[in-house]
């Protein structure tokens, strides 16, 4: 019996779907990093050890400098190129960190989350109770208040 490999870039659009959904709605909405030692950004800029560094990834991914003037707007294609799946560097999604302080589960999250999404897609339809503007919670993650109610239904396959 052969065991095939399955790779997020084997499914490209389901993929950009859960790339996209993190880009909106990052699961920790800011980081905050201490300098261990005095330490040089790529831009030039100086820290001194001890330096606190922190960033919004929330606001980050919403910028229309790195994302276009549609960045407010779920669009999966724009992780696609020609059907391809194409990567963004840590600095414009920075959802995963970047460099030695990359998620080390990064890979795992990408796999189970593109299965997971193939298989409830596949068997189940999800249709949102109301129209109303959902709200995260103020947290260090970022769960939305009420969650998302909507009705789920058993998809009948002839």
């Not at 991914?61 to 669009?75: E, I, M, Q, V």
């Amino acid at each position: 019996m052969s065991t095939a490999v399955f790779q997020p870039s084997s499914m490209p659009y389901t993929t950009a779907v859960f790339y996209e959904s993190l880009r909106l709605y990052p699961p920790v909405p800011f980081e905050l990093k201490e300098c261990g030692e005095a330490t040089t950004l790529p831009d030039g800029t100086h820290l001194p050890k001890s330096s606190i560094v922190m960033w919004c990834t929330w606001a980050m991914n919403r910028s229309k400098l790195t994302w276009g003037s549609d960045a407010d707007t779920f669009c999966p294609e724009r992780w696609l190129a020609d059907g391809r799946l194409i990567t963004k560097t840590a600095y414009e999604y920075p959802v995963f960190n970047g460099g030695p302080r990359t998620c080390l589960g990064k890979k795992m999250a990408e796999h189970v989350a593109v299965q997971v999404i193939a298989t409830l897609v596949s068997r189940f339809s999800f249709e949102q109770i109301d129209d109303r503007e959902r709200i995260s919670k103020n947290s260090l993650t970022l769960p939305m208040e009420g969650g998302l109610p909507c009705t789920v239904k058993l998809r009948v396959i002839t």
